[in-house]
Nanobody, 121 residues
Framework: QVQLEESGGGLVQAGGSLRLSCAASRSIFSINDMDWYRQAPGKQRELVAT???????NYADSVKGRFTISRDNAKRMAYLQMNSLKPEDTAKYYCKWQVKLYSGYSWRNYWGQGTQVTVSS
């Protein structure tokens, strides 16, 4: 099994920036997609950004041009750079990785516990 842990959340003024990180607790045979999700109070969890193993990215319309997802497979890290933050970005942010722990194992999704991002006006 693998544990993912997010960090970098906090309180920031509108227009400010934060960089979220997601780290794995152990070695991994292969990592396919790395995703960032967020969930605000009273809202469903939504996909914010995706980066594939080849480095292609996709973003929710609400964050395009403001957020950037990146990955470092050697360090077993994923990142979400968030710029020009808005109050509507306030949510708990989660990383999710599509992982194969060992050769011959099937792909499986792993989630972090989340980190809170609060944007004040």
């Amino acid at each position: 099994q693998v544990q993912l842990e997010e960090s970098g959340g906090g309180l920031v003024q509108a227009g400010g920036s934060l960089r979220l990180s997601c780290a794995a607790s152990r070695s991994i045979f292969s990592i396919n997609d790395m995703d960032w999700y967020r969930q605000a109070p009273g809202k469903q969890r939504e996909l914010v950004a995706t980066i594939t193993s080849g480095g292609s990215t996709n973003y929710a319309d609400s964050v395009k041009g403001r957020f950037t997802i990146s990955r470092d497979n050697a360090k077993r890290m994923a990142y979400l750079q968030m710029n020009s933050l808005k109050p509507e970005d306030t949510a708990k942010y989660y990383c999710k990785w599509q992982v194969k722990l060992y050769s011959g194992y099937s792909w499986r999704n792993y989630w972090g516990q989340g980190t809170q991002v609060t944007v004040s006006s």
